[in-house]
């Protein structure tokens, strides 16, 4: 499994991976999701570099990622 963002792009670029699906919960709690073509996020990943964004929580600890 991938653990990190590097794993995720070069898992992505290893399968041939054409589009990812991205589901999320709105601030009003309802479901949405919407699919990204894989090279918009390899350009937006070479623009900003694979560094991880982690929310930090009140207390400077990082939230755990969802598995």
């Known amino acids: 499994m991938a653990k990190t963002v590097s794993d995720v792009m ?23 999701h919407v699919t990204v073509p894989v090279s918009a996020l390899m350009k937006a990943s070479s623009a900003r570099g694979t560094r991880s964004t982690a929310r930090r929580l009140p207390d400077g600890k990082a939230s755990k990622p969802r598995t």
Do not use: C, H, I, N
């Open 10 to 32: 070069k898992m992505m670029t290893d399968k041939a991976v054409q589009f990812v699906d991205l589901r999320f919960t709105d601030t009003r709690g309802k479901e949405q």
